[in-house]
């Protein structure tokens, strides 16, 4: 990685206009990381915005006290996006997954960045910075700061951002991909200011009392298929409305569904107002991914999504469970 590093070094000091990015409906990863990038080249005297595809969630709303992030507005910033000297994709390294932004990232006249740790980059940006055994795309920001160290070290700000990103991709540091490695770089960003209680309390303990109600809902109707080795949350629009939720608000529902003894597979489905969104979960050796390739989705082995449109929800719970078998143990 180290010569990927140098080159991003050289970008660096090239340049001084630089747009940071993440995708759709973005995570404590993307958040978290740009946000410390963006703090950091701005460290170093260089013109930065992050413009995003989709609001923030309000847990992690703390970050713009860090650095702020904007919503693209298509008529106010493709210009500025188009003419940047450098556009840094992080954390997805697919151009579709950054909803209204993909036509003015594509048609950037400067450099083009990827930062990122999933699966399968399509061809895009000039440089790749890729790791797919990373626990975080903020891992991978981590090591390139550090690279990067005799111009700016890791401060308080940059460490609140990347044990932010890390711990959220790691599941608060319980996923397969939770190494030594990772546990050595958040002692440092611990070191380095980040205050793990106040993180994890500004992520975890912000729900409101109708998330609450329909998670107490979605519990009881958790669902087991295959002898015990599958669960499944099926969320229809008429629910997520019920309880004014939306998918943002349901993204810590598919954890319960591993928490089940003996299940291999957790699924959640999510009828939205284009399309059916699927989270896939898995255990082990199975390649959960391969699954959702299958739905035209893609994500990391254990970890993976799809949005499936023009097929009926009932129709997409069908299908999933009927092609899941395949990966059963």
Known sequence: MAVLFETFKVIVESNQSFILTTHINPDGDGL?????LAYFLSRIDKN???????PTPLNYQFLNQIFPIELFNPFQHTTIVESADVVIVIDTNTPSRLGELKSSVL????????IDHH????EFADLYILDEPSSATGEIVYRILNYMSDRQPVDKQVAYALYTAIMTDTGSFRYP??????????????????????????VYEQNTLEQLHLLGKVLQH??????GRVAYIVLTKELLNGYNADEIDSEFFIPFTMSIAGVQVGLMFSELDTCVKINFRSKGDIWINELAKQFGGNGHKNAAGARVKNL??????TRVLELVTVYLI
């Open 32 to 36: 978290g990381t740009e946000c410390a």
């Open 48 to 54: 930065v915005r992050i413009l995003n595809p989709s």
């Open 107 to 114: 048609n950037n006249k400067g450099v083009k960045v990827c």
């Open 119 to 122: 699966l399968e980059p399509e």
């Open 177 to 202: 991909k939770t190494d030594p490695e990772v546990h050595k770089i958040v002692a440092h960003l611990i070191q380095a200011g980040a205050d793990p209680v106040l993180i994890h309390e500004a």
């Open 222 to 227: 958790i669902q087991i298929a295959h002898n």
């Open 312 to 317: 009926p929800l009932a129709d997409a719970v």
